[in-house]
């Protein structure tokens, strides 16, 4: 049973960083896709970026060029690395690995979840 964990959430000031780890456990298959998704209060989980074995990255229009995603397959783990912090970007973060995205890099479904953490973006 693959397991995900992520760290790293916190409260952040607005222009701030913060880097966020997801460790996988159980044998979790190195080919697959991990992706960072998030769920800001009242609204639906959406996709951050993911990264495909191969080290090909995706990012939501509204964090690329701030946020980079990365990946270290010996140590089965993943990060995100947030700059320039906004308050739009306060949510729970989620890791997802295993998860299918199709050619435009839409999260279709599927895969093993973190349970999250906490991101708080406020002065």
């Known amino acids: 049973q693959v397991q995900l964990v992520e760290s790293g959430g916190g409260l952040v000031q607005p222009g701030g960083s913060l880097r966020l780890s997801c460790t996988a456990s159980?044998?979790?298959?190195?080919?697959?896709?991990m992706g960072w998704h998030r769920q800001a209060p009242g609204k639906t989980r959406e996709l951050v970026a993911y990264?495909?074995?191969?080290?090909?990255?995706k990012y939501a229009d509204s964090v690329a060029g701030r946020f980079f995603i990365s990946r270290d397959r010996g140590e089965n783990t993943m990060y995100l690395q947030m700059n320039n912090l906004k308050s739009e970007d306060t949510a729970v973060y989620y890791c997802n690995g295993g998860g299918m995205y199709n050619a435009t890099g839409t999260y279709i479904g599927g895969g093993y979840w973190g349970q999250g953490t906490q991101v708080i973006v406020s002065s």
């Open positions: 990264i495909r074995s191969g080290g090909r990255t």
């Open positions: 159980g044998n979790m298959p190195t080919s697959y896709v």
